[in-house]
């Protein structure tokens, strides 16, 4: 039986927030499990999710595999001892200095809502040393921007082990960037974390200006040029979110990017963002160009002479620009020869 979580105290209590992507349902179900029905601390949890899918199937996994009550998060609800609460589909979820839940619809970061990043930034301007959080399985590096504002705050990390995750790259990028002494399997995670909890928590250190400046643009309340003009220089990329122009934000050797409405990436979320645009844009063209040419070949078939001769041409260099893009577009595919038919 699940039994009746403890109120969270704002003022001393200590917060668990976690990170995952690819790989993740199993991921936090192998960790949750190691939780016990008492657990002294609130956890926060963001798996990405696409817009579409409601994470009914994560939320339904995890109660029927844990002690400990798992709930989809909603505004304003006051954070609880002992209780899960998931970053619902297509919001990110914070948290408030008086401890209570926040949701918004903030502009997208590393390409996903829910992101990470949000989440542990809210967390570490709210309650500095008594944060932990933790980063699991995915793919890219969501999170690690999160991390470094935790560490900053004086908060604890906790990172999955590369080994024993089914997609490495997150906590690898998390490694390489946040010096912790927590790299660990999953496994190992709950005695881990049951101490932390147990022990004081760490020297309280000034919270740094640009993470809540960070915190604020991710509720909404302050998002513009005089805000991200503080956390970096203006550089000439466009965002891919919405077509205006970056500021480049650089804390130690971790570069990111900002717009000012908000969209936020990592150098690699960013190429990653900038690539899928490049081949949606080829698809169009692709697909404009084909259309093209048969309108050209049809037009030329019902004319004669001259008229026909162009229709003709137009439509054969049509069919030059056609193979230009499909070269482009098969130079990216990943299939090696083994994938190939003999």
């Known amino acids: 039986m699940k039994i009746i979580s ?6 001393s209590g200590k ?5 995952t992507s690819a790989g993740g349902m199993s991921a936090s179900i192998k960790l949750l499990q190691q939780f016990p029905v008492d657990f002294p601390a609130p956890i926060l949890m963001v798996q990405h999710i696409s817009g579409d899918a409601s994470g009914d199937a994560l939320l339904q996994a995890l109660n029927e595999s844990i002690e400990l009550k798992c709930v989809h998060a909603i505004q304003d609800a006051h954070l609880e001892n002992g209780k899960v609460y998931l ?11 008086s401890g209570h839940v926040q949701i918004t619809k903030g502009a997208q970061e590393n390409r996903s809502r829910p992101a990470i990043d949000p989440l542990f930034r809210s967390a570490a301007v709210a309650f500095g040393n008594r944060v932990i959080g933790i980063i699991l399985t995915g793919y890219l590096d969501d999170g690690t921007a999160g991390l470094i504002a935790i ?69 909404r309340v302050l998002s513009d040029l005089a805000a ?30 900002r717009c000012h409405t908000g969209h936020a990436y990592t150098a690699a979320s960013l190429v990653a963002e900038q690539t899928n645009k490049i081949e949606e844009t080829m698809w169009v063209a692709l697909r404009m160009f084909e259309e093209r040419r048969n309108l050209l070949t049809t037009l030329a078939k019902g004319q004669t002479g001259a008229a026909a001769r162009s229709a003709e041409e137009r439509a054969a260099l049509s069919q030059v620009h056609i193979d230009r893009i499909r070269a482009i577009l098969l130079a990216d595919d990943k299939a090696t020869k083994s994938d190939l038919p003999s």
């Open 6 to 11: 403890t109120i969270f105290s704002p003022e």
């Open 15 to 19: 917060i668990v927030v976690i990170g």
């Open 87 to 97: 970053a619902p589909s297509d919001h990110h979820l914070m948290v408030s200095k």
């Open 151 to 219: 560490k900053r705050c004086g908060g604890t990390c906790i990172i999955q082990e590369p080994n024993d995750a089914e997609y490495p790259d997150m906590p690898q990028n998390a490694l390489n960037q946040v010096k912790t002494i927590y790299r660990l399997p999953i496994a190992k995670m709950g005695a881990a974390l049951m101490k932390i909890l147990a022990a004081p928590a760490k020297k309280q250190v000034e919270i740094p200006k640009d993470i809540e400046l960070e915190v604020k643009i991710a509720e």
């Open 228 to 257: 991200v003009n503080e956390l970096g220089n203006q550089v000439p990329f466009n965002c891919p979110g919405c077509g205006g122009v970056l500021w480049k934000i650089k804390k130690g050797s971790f570069l990111r990017y």
